[in-house]
């Protein structure tokens, strides 16, 4: 990543001369690619001290839980030719291009699994670009499938979408996916959380608190 940035600047000074195209636009997308990829396999290391007994990695767990862009997220599906998720100010962008239909995939494990009562709601808060879809897949804490949102348009204006659950799930992850109908998407989301009756958050992912 810090290679990236010097590149660009060396660039931008004059002092590193462009290929010529398509080989320039080839290349930065070989640095930006190793860049996000490293960053994706790091946090897939971390998240995987969540449950050590060790406890050096334990507090390296903790340490990136307190500073991570988008804490406790961490990537289970890369089908473009670039994708990422990341914090834009008061929100989490997800973006996605490439092939048409192409999508990605970020799951965050609940540290402690939860039962949804009667009347629970899973509540979204987003908008996305032309041609941008979302899925929702929500996990028991083993890891398997107990409740989906299937592919849907996302709303090109912000909107809060609302889904009722059903009582008794035991949900110990949940994974959020973007698809691409054009070359490239994106997915702005607000908020994530699973609600009670009365509105009250059981969990939230994330809330748009910068």
């Known amino acids: 990543i810090a290679t990236t940035l010097d590149r660009h600047r060396l660039e931008t000074d004059g002092k590193l001369l462009p290929l010529p195209e398509p080989s320039q636009s080839a290349a930065d997308k070989v640095f930006l690619d190793t860049g996000n ?3 994706d396999g790091l ?3 971390i998240h995987g001290y969540a449950k050590t007994d060790d406890s050096e990695k334990k507090r390296i767990y903790q340490l990136w839980l307190q500073f ?3 804490p406790g997220w961490y990537n289970i599906r890369s089908m473009g030719q670039t994708q990422s998720f990341k914090r834009i100010q008061d929100h989490i962008r997800m973006s996605v291009s490439g092939k048409a239909e192409a999508s990605c995939g970020w ?3 609940l540290p402690e699994p939860i039962d949804t009562p009667p009347g629970a709601r899973l509540v979204l ?3 996305g670009t032309e041609g941008a879809r979302f899925f929702i897949d929500v996990m028991s804490p ?3 499938g107990i409740f989906q949102v299937l592919w849907q348009d996302t709303p090109r204006e912000r909107q809060e979408v609302r889904v009722d659950l059903p009582s008794g799930l035991r949900v110990g992850q949940i994974i959020l996916y973007t698809m691409n109908m054009g070359p490239d998407a994106s997915n702005d989301f607000w908020r994530l959380a699973i609600e009670d009756p009365d509105q009250k958050a059981l969990v939230s992912f994330f809330d748009g608190k910068p």
């Open 37 to 39: 990829k490293l960053c």
């Open 43 to 45: 946090a897939k290391v």
């Open 68 to 70: 991570a862009d988008v």
């Open 107 to 109: 799951a965050y494990d």
């Open 125 to 127: 808060d987003l908008k």
């Open 142 to 144: 083993e890891g398997k």
